[in-house]
């Protein structure tokens, strides 16, 4: 069965600072992965999608994440915080051999602070 | 170009009383996708649909829950009667064909439900 985690609550971090939000998945087959943000009040934003080619993955605002196999991991990052991208981050899973149509695996999600 | 639509935004309603939930996918997306958030389950899939079909409503807590979708153009979430613990907030999302091919799912704003 497929399934996502992201192993933090919450990450705190100095604006300009880098920042990751990590990522890691299981699925049977080579998956497709998707970061999407979600400000107060607002519904998900979509930021950025692994499907396949290269493994760094360039998105929405300024992030992007690395696509590892072998560590089976998907994180997200930013070469510089903004106190703006203080929001809630969902990963998503999806295995497209799974066998059932359509059915993308969220994440519980991590609420990034990014403080000024 | 319209995103998805959802009506209405927030809605607080009576234990027992009957709620409906609209939603209008992006022009030309073919899959529709209820989702209901918490703050306990996280984003959890209520149903799909694919050409104005259901394909899978697995996720639908109970027959209280119904979902249509009579048109390409709107689909509507019904829940009767209500109760609290109904009280979420109700994500519409549409994509292009399944993501099974690795299209993305676009979401609404939300309809945020309160049953007192």
């Known amino acids: 069965a497929q399934s996502v985690a992201q192993p933090e609550d919450q990450v705190n971090v100095a604006e300009g600072n880098p920042l990751t939000v990590k990522c890691t998945y299981s699925?049977?087959?080579?998956?497709?992965l998707f970061w999407y943000v979600q400000y107060p009040n607002r519904g998900l934003q979509f930021l950025l999608k692994?499907?396949?080619?290269?493994?760094l993955v360039k998105g929405s605002y300024g992030f992007e994440a690395e696509f590892n196999k072998s560590q089976t991991s998907f994180h997200l990052k930013k070469p510089s915080a903004l106190v703006s991208d203080s929001a809630l981050y969902f990963c998503?899973?999806?295995?497209?051999?799974?066998?059932?149509?359509?059915?993308?695996?969220f994440g519980k999600g991590t609420k990034l602070s990014v403080k000024p | 170009d319209a995103g998805v639509i959802q009506s209405p935004r927030h809605e607080v309603t009576e234990m027992g009383q009957e709620v409906t939930l609209r939603c209008k996918p992006i022009?030309?997306?073919?899959?529709l996708f209820w989702y209901r958030q918490t703050m306990m389950r996280g984003l959890e899939l209520l149903i799909y649909?694919?050409?104005?079909?259901?394909?899978?409503d697995s996720g639908m807590p109970e027959d209280r829950f119904s979902a249509k979708m009579p048109n390409a153009s709107f689909s509507t979430l019904k829940i009767q009667p209500s109760e609290p613990r109904d009280s979420a907030v109700y994500f519409c999302?549409?994509?292009?064909?399944?993501?099974?091919?690795?299209?993305?799912?676009?979401f609404g704003e939300g309809s945020w439900l309160t049953v007192v």
């Open positions: 999302a549409s994509s292009l064909a399944l993501p099974s091919r690795g299209n993305t799912i676009y």
């Open positions: 699925v049977s087959g080579n998956p497709y």
């Open positions: 692994y499907i396949t080619g290269d493994n």
């Open positions: 998503a899973v999806r295995d497209p051999d799974g066998g059932s149509q359509g059915n993308l695996i």
């Open positions: 022009s030309g997306h073919n899959s």
């Open positions: 649909f694919n050409n104005n079909v259901p394909i899978d």
